[in-house]
């Protein structure tokens, strides 16, 4: 996906455009993980779609729930909903830090006259 050691540092606009990737991936899985907390919100805790939408960014953004949970089907969702919510932010971090992270490790790693200008 990204040029080797031995090969030069990519140029700014092939930098720029994996950021802009980055950015498309991490958005759609956000909006496919929210989509999940709202359509299981709304299905299992029998709340309204506005409910559902606020419980789910809220869980989602590591905030913590709004609404009271009072079905078992309902907590246990919120349970396993909120550990997925963990793991996303993980695989966005290292979506988003992907692309910087190995530009700073590629330039750290070349010789002088390797780099483009």
């Given at each position: 996906?990204?040029?080797?050691?031995f090969e030069k540092l990519a140029s700014l606009s092939v930098f720029v455009g994996r950021l802009a990737k980055s950015a498309l991936?991490?958005?759609?899985?956000?909006?496919?993980?929210l989509s999940i907390g709202i359509i299981?919100?709304?299905?299992?805790?029998?709340?309204?779609w506005v409910d559902s939408i606020l419980e789910a960014s809220m869980i989602l953004g590591g905030m913590g729930p709004v609404n009271p949970l009072i079905t078992t089907g309902a907590k246990m969702f919120a349970a396993g909903y909120a550990l997925f919510s963990g793991l996303v932010f993980i695989a966005i971090m290292g979506i988003i830090l992907g692309p910087f992270t190995h530009r700073m490790l590629h330039k750290f790693h070349i010789d002088e006259n390797d780099m483009e200008e």
């Open positions: 996906m990204f040029e080797q050691t991936l991490t958005g759609i899985l956000i909006a496919l993980a299981g919100y709304h299905q299992i805790a029998g709340f309204d």
